[in-house]
């Protein structure tokens, strides 16, 4: 996939490389920072349960997408197959991991989700499905106002809750 100019800010929107791979984990770093600093309980063992070596295998994969400013990575996100929470081989869809902004870019989820769902659309997928901690009130209505119809509840290693968008929608 060549780099794709979105009109939207300058923002461009390319496939990871290696040679992204520490600004990428230091997007979280940050993010995960911003989250304590906030009070909200999200993420505080994520580079734990997420290691920079399964960052560089989405990526070598070809499944770790960025957003970038200039020179700047301000966002990043992994579209996959894999189903995980879903338990789900059959359904033709594309899983949305790894959410991430740039501490400072207001409203950056959008452009995330527009471009998600654009992957989703010209690789001929039918949903782009999504999970999130079901505690998370504001990330839960921030995915429903972008579309992400709620599905289902589950508890793994915590209560989440599955969200999908449908193609045709």
Same mark, same amino acid.
């Given at each position: 996939m060549q780099d794709i100019k979105l009109v939207k800010n300058n923002i461009?929107?390319?496939?990871?490389?290696?040679?992204?791979?520490?600004?990428?984990?230091?997007?979280?770093a940050e993010?995960?920072?911003?989250?304590?600093?906030?009070?909200?309980?999200?993420?505080s063992k994520y580079l734990n349960n997420h290691p920079k070596e399964q960052f560089i295998q989405v990526i070598e994969n070809g499944d770790f997408y960025i957003l970038k400013k200039e020179d700047e990575i301000i966002a990043g996100f992994e579209i996959s197959t894999d189903s995980h929470f879903w338990n789900d081989n059959k359904t033709n869809a594309y899983y949305l991991y790894k959410v991430v902004s740039k501490v400072g870019y207001k409203n950056i989820g959008s452009e995330i989700f /527009?471009?998600?769902?654009? =992957?989703?659309? @010209?690789?001929? /997928?039918?949903?782009?499905? =999504?999970?999130? @901690?079901?505690?998370?009130?504001k990330l839960n209505e921030i995915y429903e106002r972008n579309g992400f119809k709620y599905v289902k509840e589950g508890i793994d290693y915590y209560?989440?809750?599955?969200?999908?968008?449908?193609?045709d929608e």
């Open positions: 461009v929107l390319k496939k990871a490389t290696i040679d992204d791979i520490d600004e990428i984990i230091n997007l979280y993010r995960m920072n911003w989250f304590k600093e906030n009070g909200i309980k999200q993420w /527009k471009n998600a769902k654009n =992957i989703t659309r @010209l690789n001929g /997928k039918k949903y782009l499905r =999504i999970e999130c @901690l079901t505690s998370n009130k209560h989440y809750t599955l969200r999908e968008w449908k193609i």
